[in-house]
């Protein structure tokens, strides 16, 4: 009984930030317009009933601006999370199951990508992609599967060696046949982890590269731009303007890794008991 009301609890609190997280999302498709909106009758207004985080320096609403540029991150991250998490699955599979140059190959390119400063990759794929949404979500999704790849290589290693495994292959089973029918159902509860952890990574990596001037463009909400643009007014007093949109990259982060923690939980039977 215990142990199944400690699973009612992780789901709960997993449906919990999945609900919050995507009222954060629709809230920013209808505060598209009113992001935008200058009204210089209201600039540099402090926090107050009518605007609970104030206005900026044009007018405009830093509530909307904020909920528009965490929107515009979520999305963002889904993307980058998702392909780069598929990525990271498929090399990892191919590596321990390829053969040993496969294995050196991808291993090579694995080790390659982790040496590299994660931040100068993103920007420099970034860039070459033209920036913008697009090229910032191909950048993300670019340079942050290899840990995860890394991690799945290890698991389908142990893999292989399992009895059952061992005897698929002497039946004469494909490979395919065995990572799809024996290796895939145990790697679901690391692949889905993994995919959830993405998002926070990929959320803060963006507003990194927009706050540095090399992401989304200045026209967009994004909480990058919003942060960096926060910065010379911060002398003058104006700190709305800075810590409600970090607070609320703070906390969306915070529940993209409570998210995967609850995951984790739910699809490993034994960690409920933690």
Same mark, same amino acid.
């Given at each position: 009984?215990?142990?199944? !009301?400690?699973?009612?609890?992780?789901?709960?609190? $997993?449906?919990?930030?999945? &609900?919050?997280?995507?009222?954060?999302?629709?809230?920013?498709?209808?505060?598209?317009?009113?992001?935008?909106?200058?009204?210089?009758?209201?600039? !540099?207004?402090? %926090?107050?009933?009518?605007? %609970?985080?104030?206005?900026?320096?044009?007018?405009?609403?830093? $509530?909307? #601006?904020?909920? #528009?540029? =965490?929107?515009?991150?979520?999305?963002?991250?889904?993307?980058?999370?998702?392909?780069?998490?598929?990525?990271?699955?498929?090399?990892?599979?191919?590596?321990?199951?390829?053969? #040993?140059?496969?294995?050196?190959?991808?291993?090579?390119?694995?080790?390659? $990508?982790? @040496?590299?400063?994660?931040?100068?990759?993103?920007?420099?794929?970034?860039?070459?992609?033209?920036? @913008?949404?697009? @090229?910032? &979500?191909?950048?993300?999704?670019?340079?942050?599967? %290899?840990?995860?790849?890394?991690?799945?290589?290890?698991?389908?290693? /142990?893999?292989?060696?399992?009895? +059952?495994? /061992?005897?698929? #292959?002497?039946?004469?089973?494909?490979?395919?046949?065995?990572?799809?029918?024996?290796?895939?159902?145990?790697?679901?509860? /690391?692949?889905?982890?993994?995919?959830? $952890?993405?998002? %926070?990574h990929a959320i803060l990596h963006e507003a990194s590269v927009t706050f540095?001037?090399?992401?989304?463009?200045?026209? /967009?909400? &994004?909480?990058? =731009?919003?942060?960096?643009?926060?910065?010379? +007014?911060?002398?003058? @007093?104006?700190?709305?303007?800075?810590?409600?949109?970090?607070?609320?990259?703070?906390?969306?982060?915070?529940?993209?890794?409570?998210?995967?923690?609850?995951?984790?939980?739910?699809?490993?039977?034994?960690?409920?008991?933690?």
């Amino acid at each position: 009984m215990r142990d199944k !009301n400690l699973r009612q609890r992780v789901l709960i609190g $997993l449906i919990v930030g999945a &609900a919050i997280l995507l009222a954060i999302c629709v809230g920013g498709l209808f505060c598209a317009e009113a992001a935008k909106t200058s009204d210089f009758t209201r600039k !540099n207004l402090p %926090p107050c009933l009518t605007y %609970p985080f104030g206005t900026d320096w044009l007018g405009r609403d830093m $509530l909307a #601006r904020t909920l #528009r540029g =965490i929107s515009l991150s979520i999305l963002l991250g889904i993307f980058a999370a998702a392909v780069s998490a598929c990525i990271a699955l498929l090399l990892g599979i191919a590596a321990a199951t390829l053969g #040993r140059t496969a294995d050196a190959v991808i291993t090579f390119v694995i080790d390659l $990508l982790l @040496g590299i400063p994660h931040i100068l990759l993103l920007i420099l794929i970034s860039v070459a992609l033209g920036k @913008g949404f697009a @090229g910032v &979500a191909w950048g993300v999704a670019l340079t942050h599967w %290899p840990s995860l790849a890394r991690l799945i290589r290890a698991e389908v290693m /142990q893999l292989k060696e399992s009895p +059952y495994i /061992q005897i698929a #292959r002497k039946l004469g089973k494909t490979n395919w046949y065995v990572a799809r029918k024996h290796m895939l159902p145990h790697l679901l509860p /690391q692949f889905l982890t993994g995919l959830v $952890l993405l998002f %926070p990574h990929a959320i803060l990596h963006e507003a990194s590269v927009t706050f540095l001037g090399f992401g989304l463009s200045s026209e /967009q909400p &994004a909480i990058g =731009i919003i942060l960096s643009e926060s910065m010379k +007014y911060l002398v003058t @007093g104006k700190w709305w303007l800075a810590l409600f949109p970090g607070a609320a990259l703070v906390m969306v982060v915070v529940l993209f890794y409570a998210a995967g923690e609850n995951v984790r939980k739910l699809t490993d039977p034994a960690s409920v008991h933690e």
